[in-house]
């Protein structure tokens, strides 16, 4: 499956996404100059170069009528999740962390889909005593 990685999600996902999901190609918006196309004129453009869904932070493209129906018209799986509440280091690392732990269900929902589908991933809990126990030796 060929997923593109909208401009608005941080470069440093695509990486571990293709070394994780190898079987699938992840392409970076940025890479094929696409960051400045309408949302659209952006899914014709997926189609015509056989992406099969969007990663993106906007959901404003679910909300817009026209967005929706160019999503379903040219069969394009949208997924997507709230930006980071973090910049840094520390936001790719969450970023690409939902990402990475949603795609085993996406991927398996996707092959049972019969019709352009939605998937809203959920972020990964950034506060630290939900991520790291510390313990002395």
Same mark, same amino acid.
């Given at each position: 499956m060929k997923f593109l990685i909208d401009a608005n999600i941080n470069v440093t996902v695509r990486d571990p996404l293709r070394a994780i999901f190898d079987h699938h190609e992840f392409i970076l918006a940025h890479d094929l100059k696409w960051s400045d196309l309408a949302d659209v004129d952006l899914f014709e453009a997926m189609k015509e170069r056989g992406f099969s869904a969007l990663l993106t932070h906007d959901k404003n493209q679910l909300n817009?009528?026209? $967005?929706?129906?160019? @999503?379903?018209?040219?069969? @394009? #799986?949208?997924?997507?999740?709230?930006?980071?509440? #973090?910049?840094?280091?520390?936001?790719?690392?969450? $970023?690409?962390?939902?990402?990475?732990?949603? @795609?085993?269900?996406? @991927?398996?929902?996707?092959?049972?889909?019969? +019709?352009?589908?939605?998937? #809203? +991933?959920?972020?990964?809990?950034?506060?630290?005593?939900?991520?790291?126990? +510390? $313990?002395?030796?």
């Open positions: 817009d009528p026209d $967005e929706r129906t160019a @999503l379903r018209q040219y069969g @394009l #799986h949208w997924i997507g999740a709230k930006p980071p509440s #973090h910049g840094g280091v520390m936001g790719a690392a969450l $970023e690409t962390a939902a990402f990475i732990s949603a @795609l085993p269900w996406v @991927l398996g929902d996707i092959e049972a889909c019969t +019709v352009p589908t939605a998937f #809203h +991933v959920r972020n990964i809990p950034w506060d630290r005593t939900q991520r790291v126990k +510390v $313990e002395a030796l």
